[in-house]
Every structure is written in C-alpha cells, then in structure tokens.
Nanobody, 122 residues
Framework: QVQLVESGGGLVQAGGSLRLSCTAS????????MGWFRQAPGREREFVAR????????HYADSVKGRFTISRDNANNTLYLQMNSLKLEDTAVYYC???????????????WGQGTQVTVSS
C-alpha cells in the first residue's frame, strides 16, 4: 500500500509563498495521475490541482489558478505545490493523493496521509 507524507506547511502572511512537498512510498507514483486537495475548518475536502503522469497536462481549481503551480519528480516519488500570493481563504490542511486519469473524475484513489497545515494570516 502506498503511503503519502505531506510537508512544507506553516504560518505565512497574506501575499506570501510556501512550497509543499508530498512523498509517496512504493512504485505506483510515477504511473499515477497525482493531485493536491485541501480541507478548511468546517468544510469538505476540495480539489486544488492535478498533474498527469508525465507532467505534461495540468489542471487547477479556479480558486488557485495563476497563483499555485503543481509539479512532480518521478525519480524521487515527490509531488510539489508552489503556492504564491497566498490569501486568507487558502488556510487549510493540504493533502496529496492519486486521482483517476479521467479528467472529470476528482476521486482520490489511495488512503490519505496526515496532511500539512497551511495558515495564512492578515
């Protein structure tokens, strides 16, 4: 079973930047579409960004488009999320997971990791 470990979260002022990392154990990472999700207090987990196996195709939620950049390093089983121009509403626990290669399917395929907390202050 693949295990996911997210890191890189923290406290940042509005307008600042953070870079999140997600490391996956096992051999399934490089053959999987990967993505980031987030869950704010009192809200359901939501899709943030997705990247294809090769990295050639990327999809963002409208709320982060132009501010966040997803990337991956298949040699090191690592997924990244560069977050710039952070807003108060970006405050959430961020998770990574595999997704279906069908672009309209937003379901996560693996067990969730512990996530990493991102807190944006004014």
């Amino acid at each position: 079973q693949v295990q996911l470990v997210e890191s890189g979260g923290g406290l940042v002022q509005a307008g600042g930047s953070l870079r999140l990392s997600c490391t996956a154990s096992g051999r399934s990472f490089s053959t999987s579409t990967m993505g980031w999700f987030r869950q704010a207090p009192g809200r359901e987990r939501e899709f943030v960004a997705r990247i294809s196996r090769s990295g050639a195709t990327i999809h963002y939620a409208d709320s982060v488009k132009g501010r966040f950049t997803i990337s991956r390093d298949n040699a090191n089983n690592t997924l990244y999320l560069q977050m710039n121009s952070l807003k108060l509403e970006d405050t959430a626990v961020y998770y990574c997971n595999a997704l279906s290669p069908i672009w309209s399917d937003y379901r996560a395929l693996w067990s969730w990791g512990q996530g990493t907390q991102v807190t944006v202050s004014s």
